[in-house]
C-alpha cells in the first residue's frame, strides 16, 4: 500500500527566509507525487507535481520540490516566503503503475511571520 | 486551467434529512471522480471512486447506502449524503480526472455540511 509522511504538523519561518515543507513516501512501484495547499475553508489548489525528468520541480507562486528516489523524498521549498503562503499543504502521492488512487499526507501547517 | 466546481458551498440541514452535493468538472470531461471527506485539521480521506456510467467504488469502511454517488455523465457527479445525522457534518471535496491527461486531478472547491 503506498503512504505519505509529513513529519510536521507546523512549520513557522519568518517573512522572507527560506521555507522547507518536509514530506516521505512509499509505495510499490515508480511515483507521481504532488504537492497541494489549502486555505480555510477552501478546496486544494495544486503546486506541482513530479511525473518524470528532471527530479527538481518548479510550480506555482515560487514554490519548487525536489524529488530524491533513494531517500524516498519530495520536499517543498520556497527561497523567499511570504506571510500569504500560510496556509495548510499537503503532499500526495499515486503508484504510477496503475493505481487510481492519490493517497494524501496528513498536512503540514505553515505558518509566515512578519 | 481545468475547473471543478461543487454546489452548494454550505450546507445546513436537520438530522434525518438527505442532501445532495454536485460535482461539476467545467472545461474538460472527466471520466473518473473522487470525492473525499476532510474533518478540521485533518487530511483528505477518500470516500468512493466513481467512474462515469458505473458503479461507484467506496473504500472502506465507507457506507455506501448511506453516501449514494451517482456519476450520470463526463462533468456531473453527485454525492447523496441520506438520513443525515450530526456525524456526518464535514468537508466534503470533490475531485475529477481529465480523461485525456491521466495524472491530472483537480479538486473542487469543497462543500460544508452541517447537520443540526
Known amino acids: 500500500a503506498q503512504s505519505v509522511a509529513q513529519p510536521e504538523d507546523q512549520v513557522n519561518v519568518a517573512e522572507g527566509n527560506p521555507l522547507t515543507v518536509k514530506c516521505t513516501y512509499s509505495?510499490?512501484?515508480?511515483?507521481?507525487l504532488f504537492w497541494y495547499v489549502q486555505y480555510p475553508n477552501r478546496g486544494l489548489q495544486f503546486l506541482l507535481k513530479?511525473?518524470?525528468?528532471?527530479?527538481l520541480v518548479k510550480g506555482s507562486y515560487g514554490f519548487e520540490a525536489e524529488f530524491n528516489k533513494s531517500q524516498t523524498s519530495f520536499h517543498l521549498k520556497k527561497p523567499s516566503a511570504l506571510v500569504s503562503d500560510s496556509a495548510l499543504y499537503f503532499c500526495?502521492?499515486?503508484?504510477?503503475?496503475?493505481?487510481?488512487?492519490?493517497?494524501f499526507g496528513t498536512g503540514t501547517q505553515l505558518k509566515v511571520e512578519l | 486551467g481545468a475547473v471543478v466546481s461543487q454546489h452548494p458551498s454550505w450546507v445546513i440541514c436537520k438530522s434525518g434529512t438527505s442532501v445532495k452535493i454536485e460535482c461539476r468538472s467545467l472545461d474538460f470531461q472527466a471520466t473518473t471522480m473522487f470525492w473525499y471527506r476532510q474533518f478540521p485539521k485533518q487530511s483528505l480521506m477518500l470516500m468512493a471512486t466513481?467512474?462515469?456510467?458505473?458503479?461507484?467504488?467506496?473504500e472502506q469502511g465507507v457506507e455506501k447506502d448511506k453516501f449514494l454517488i451517482n456519476h450520470a455523465s463526463l462533468t456531473l457527479s453527485t454525492l447523496t449524503v441520506t438520513s443525515a445525522h450530526p456525524e456526518d457534518s464535514s468537508f466534503y471535496i470533490c475531485?475529477?480526472?481529465?480523461?485525456?491527461?491521466?495524472?491530472?486531478?483537480?479538486f473542487g472547491p469543497g462543500t460544508r455540511l452541517t447537520v443540526t
Open positions: 513530479y511525473i518524470t525528468g528532471d527530479n
Open positions: 509505495v510499490s512501484g515508480n511515483p507521481y
Open positions: 475531485s475529477a480526472r481529465d480523461a485525456g491527461r491521466a495524472y491530472e486531478q483537480y
Open positions: 466513481s467512474n462515469e456510467g458505473s458503479k461507484a467504488t467506496y
Open positions: 500526495a502521492v499515486r503508484d504510477r503503475g496503475g493505481g487510481n488512487k492519490l493517497t
